[in-house]
């Protein structure tokens, strides 16, 4: 496998007040950049508690960049259709400088149709709307006028445009997403269709990566972003206790969600809900069965659905950049890689007699 890109993920989903969730969220992505990770995505949700903790991902990337220095920072995904492209504009430029030049934009059309009522939006128009706010987004970073000559973006947004992901879970939209010369984002979990209901991830995704490759402009480099489920932990046994609670406690928004699920025995939810999970062995080999991973460009972890409590999502991110990632093509950034030798000679030097 070549070398990847890889990534930390946060639906900021620990068991605590809004704003502990924020700090726990933050440390985690801290943790991350300590070990090596390049990039730390939040994603974006209105309203219910327990599908998403942040409404308000810029503000929070804004955060998080005073606390990092490298790690690059993503919005997986900004709800598009519910905010005015114009203040999204403002709002990216402004954290992007902020942060150094190192946000990711990643963009979707939201799919809760209640979360829409809020808004004055009827969930059958979310593919138009987004449509015309990416477009006004994308005229605003280009430094059109907006609504008069004199209106145009500041402070300019230099290169954020070259920075755009869609999500999708079809082949249509990877089609418009390749057109757009933007970058791809896969989904950790997809509910199967009737016809196909024991699909694998990798037959589902395969033909939105061959959509999206065909229909990428020449001379533009493909960015394909593959979210995955994964815990890992110190033994198998306490990966395996952890995942059956969290698989369990949100089983009935997977099935709300499209999710057919016959058999709610442990290995089953595991394979139904596409976790990777077990100590770092177990969840190498689970991951190397999937043949969607050789494909792309970044890989980003995620512990939902496992939600373990805190200390172990530090330690699952320790056992990723240690023995997960690597068996996959990953490799210490040069500066990190630098550091950690520097510190090991160092270590070396003070046993010297």
């Known amino acids: 496998m070549s070398a990847k890109r890889l ?3 946060t639906r900021l989903l620990d068991d605590a007040p809004a704003g502990e969730r924020y700090r726990l969220a933050a440390e985690q992505i801290v943790h991350a950049e300590r070990h090596g990770f390049d990039s730390a ?3 974006q949700h209105h309203f219910h508690r327990d599908e998403g903790g942040l409404p308000s991902p810029l503000p929070f990337l804004a955060y998080v960049a005073a606390r990092t220095s490298r790690i690059r920072l993503g919005t997986g995904i900004i709800i598009l259709p519910m905010e005015d492209p114009v203040r999204t504009a403002e709002d990216t430029v402004v954290v992007d400088l902020l942060s150094g030049g190192r946000i990711e934009v990643g963009l ?10 809020a808004f004055g939006l009827d969930k059958d128009e979310r593919t138009e709307i987004f449509a015309r706010n990416l477009d006004r987004l994308l005229a605003a970073w280009k430094g059109d006028a907006l609504g008069h000559d004199k209106n145009r ?7 954020l445009a070259d920075r755009v992901w869609h999500a999708t879970f079809s082949v249509a939209g990877a089609e418009r997403i390749g057109r757009a010369g933007a970058g791809l984002m896969l989904s950790r979990t997809q509910p199967r269709s009737r016809d196909k209901p024991n699909a694998t991830l990798p037959e ?7 959509a999206y490759l065909a229909n ?5 480099a493909p960015r394909i972003m593959a979210s995955r489920s994964l815990f890992v932990a110190d033994s198998r046994a306490e990966a395996l206790k952890l995942a059956e609670i969290g698989l369990n406690r949100v089983l009935d928004r997977f099935v709300a969600s499209g999710h057919v699920i016959p058999d709610r025995s442990l290995p089953a939810l595991i394979r139904t809900l596409d976790t990777h999970v077990g100590a770092a062995d177990d969840v190498v080999a689970s991951l190397a069965a999937d043949s969607v991973l050789p494909r792309v460009t970044d890989i980003v972890f995620q512990v939902h659905s496992v939600d ?17 990632a690597p068996a996959l093509g990953w490799r210490l950034p040069p500066r990190k890689a630098e550091s950690q030798l520097s510190r090991q000679r160092a270590d070396a030097a003070a046993l010297q007699p």
């Open 204 to 210: 589902i995704q395969h033909p939105i990566v061959d």
């Open 216 to 220: 990428l402009p020449a001379g533009v």
């Open 7 to 9: 990534g930390f993920f």
């Open 41 to 43: 995505w939040v994603a």
């Open 108 to 117: 979707g059309t939201g799919a809760t149709p209640e979360t829409f009522l």
């Open 308 to 324: 373990p409590p805190h200390p172990a999502i530090l330690r699952s991110i320790e056992l990723t950049a240690a023995e997960v």
């Open 153 to 159: 973006l500041y402070p300019e947004a230099g290169t």
